[in-house]
T-cell receptor, first 114, second 112 residues
Framework: EAGVTQFPSHSVIEKGQTVTLRCDPI?????LYWYRRVMGKEIKFLLH????????ESGMPNNRFLAERTGGTYSTLKVQPAELEDSGVYFC????????????FGPGTRLLVL | AQSVTQPDIHITVSEGASLELRCNYS??????LFWYVQSPGQGLQLLLK??????LVQGIKGFEAEFKRSQSSFNLRKPSVHWSDAAEYFC??????????FGAGTRLTVKP
């Protein structure tokens, strides 16, 4: 069974540009999560989808970030326009339904904004 | 809201020595606790988790963790460290919606 995949693995963009990150969860996982780790700091929760609905987006830093999960399958996270402080590693995770279900993480997308 | 503290940013141990990584959490209800490991270039891999029951939890790769409610702690242990254990370790706590909060991580270096 394929794990959580993320694309691209790395992205280097200039301040002001737009970047779209993609996450493909494990097939059948209704729950999809986005996290971000800024260099040397903790992994921070961004948002949580249940199927195509946003269950919790309290961690989204500002309105430059837009997450979508059309059809309840893969998800995209768009940053527009990107700022220097957006640099970091963006992780996606997915899980089955239920509070005791393990979240399986993707390898992350390393974003560098210059 | 839940939060996690990992007091040690970096730990170095000799191969074969024992290991304990500290984790303290803050959460008003019954916590769901996790330890994840991230090796270089890899995603996060679940080592073990605690939801209820026996407070001593066994995980993969010979790791275990003990939940101590009175101390709000969930420390990770291994009796004998292998060079391949060098990685970054994250403690996390989840709420009833499975929304997870992570600590800042502890980087483990293993000396030969």
């Amino acid at each position: 069974e394929a794990g959580v995949t993320q694309f691209p693995s790395h992205s280097v963009i200039e301040k002001g540009q737009t970047v779209t990150l993609r996450c493909d969860p494990i097939s059948g996982h209704d729950n999809l999560y986005w996290y971000r780790r800024v260099m040397g700091k903790e992994i921070k929760f961004l948002l949580h989808f249940v199927k195509e609905s946003k269950q919790d987006e309290s961690g989204m830093p500002n309105n430059r970030f837009l997450a979508e999960r059309t059809g309840g399958t893969y998800s995209t996270l768009k940053v527009q326009p990107a700022e220097l402080e957006d640099s970091g590693v963006y992780f996606c995770a997915s899980s089955l339904s239920g509070i005791q279900e393990t979240q399986y993480f993707g390898p992350g997308t390393r974003l560098l904004v210059l | 809201a839940q939060s996690v503290t990992q007091p040690d940013i970096h730990i170095t141990v000799s191969e074969g020595a024992s290991l304990e990584l500290r984790c303290n959490y803050s959460y008003g209800a019954t916590p769901y606790l996790f330890w994840y490991v991230q090796s270089p270039g890899q995603g996060l891999q679940l080592l073990l988790k605690y939801f209820s029951g026996d407070t001593l939890v066994q995980g993969i790769k010979g790791f275990e963790a003990e939940f101590k409610r009175s101390q709000s702690s969930f420390n990770l242990r291994k009796p004998s460290v292998h060079w391949s254990d060098a990685a970054e370790y994250f403690c996390a706590v989840a709420d009833n919606n499975n929304d997870m909060r992570f600590g800042a991580g502890t980087r483990l270096t293993v000396k030969p």
